[in-house]
């Protein structure tokens, strides 16, 4: 298939709540978390290749602490589209120094997509389906089209997407201007959000031409592209931490929502992976698990020999990695980016990230 995208994956995440699986040089993106054997970004990478017409149309932008392990993970990707990033400054810089490099390769004309690179995707012909519809409103007309998720339920963990008339279809499916971004909202504001029925949740993926971004980011965030555009990489020292929700997309008029319905999971901590793979069973067991009277709990173990028993537990996260072993209340799963936190504060235990 010709090109009809240039996909780019974001993998500079760290995933610290599936700590202590998810360590600083093997973050969750390279954790395989629902038993198909592959790695996240494994699975990122072999949906978009159709798309992206091979591999040398691929490119992954990621931190300088794991390019090492990109390569190892992704052997085939040219090493010329291996963006490393000296420092995380979170979303903005990413995308936009990806942008003006690609740029520099294809042309402003050429049409982008951003991916995070640790996400779960079910459906992969209504993944691509929605993306042909994304690429084709992005030829279209100047557009910065992001793909919602459709919710079905009030979480509070994700960005909501409002959106506002339709402009049309692509390949079938609708495609509405954004009124408005929300971030994190409690749970009675998600409910009312859900009620509507003009709310997504906000996937993080992106996609548009280079060069219509570039333009909206000379015009929002002039801060972060001219530093990039004058010393490349060598600007992040002095660039400021922001998402591209912050410093482009809540501002930007040229905003667009395709509502998307592909089976989708951001797989944000343990329970995610209890979504994935639960279904009748009375626990998730990606381990040697011998338990008497426990239900609803998760087990994992790096090493298979191991051995975890458990008796008379319910709603629990037991984890074995190395020399850790973590357990968890399922409900306080959210906690362990604490506990990772209060790790970096410790020269004793920072072995241990």
């Not at 591209?244 to 329970?271: Q, R, S």
């Amino acid at each position: 298939m010709d090109t009809q995208i240039i996909p780019i994956i974001l993998a500079g995440g760290k995933g610290e709540r599936f700590w202590p699986v998810s360590r600083l040089k093997r973050p969750k993106q390279f954790l395989s978390l629902d038993g198909s054997g592959k790695s996240l970004m494994q699975s990122t990478a072999d949906r978009l290749l159709n798309l992206a017409g091979g591999w040398e149309n691929l490119w992954v932008i990621t931190s300088s602490i794991i390019a090492d392990g990109v390569k190892e993970q992704l052997p085939n990707l040219p090493e010329t589209n291996l963006l490393v990033e000296p420092e995380g400054k979170d979303t903005a810089p990413a995308v936009a120094w990806a942008t003006i490099e690609i740029a520099k390769r294809y042309g402003k004309e050429a049409v982008l997509g951003f991916f995070p690179a640790d996400h779960w995707i079910s459906d992969n012909l209504a993944y691509e389906q929605t993306l042909k519809a994304a690429v084709q409103q992005a030829l279209k007309e100047p557009s910065i089209v992001t793909l919602g998720i459709k919710p079905n339920n009030p979480a509070t963990g994700y960005g909501y997407i409002e959106q506002a008339e339709q402009q049309g279809t692509c390949y079938d499916l609708p495609v509405y201007t954004v009124s408005r971004f929300t971030e994190k909202p409690d749970r009675e504001t998600a409910q009312g959000f859900i009620e509507t029925g003009k709310y997504s949740w906000n996937s993080g993926m992106f996609i548009f031409q280079a060069g219509v971004v570039l333009d909206e980011l000379n015009r929002y965030a002039p801060e972060i592209l001219n530093p990039l555009r004058q010393k490349g990489k060598d600007a992040y020292v002095e660039l400021e931490k922001q998402s591209i929700d912050y410093a482009l997309m809540e501002k930007t008029e040229l905003a667009y929502v395709i509502p998307a319905n592909f089976g989708w999971d951001d797989l944000g901590d343990w329970n995610g992976v209890e979504r994935l793979l639960k279904k009748d069973r009375e626990n998730v067991e990606l381990a040697h698990h011998i338990g008497h009277d426990t239900k609803n709990s998760i087990f994992y173990t790096s090493n298979k020999d191991e051995v975890i028993v458990t008796i008379g537990l319910e709603d629990i996260v037991v984890v074995r990695d190395g020399d850790v072993t973590l357990v968890v209340n399922k409900n306080r799963t959210q906690d362990i980016k604490k506990v990772v936190n209060s790790l970096k504060n410790n020269p004793k235990l920072s072995h241990l990230l």
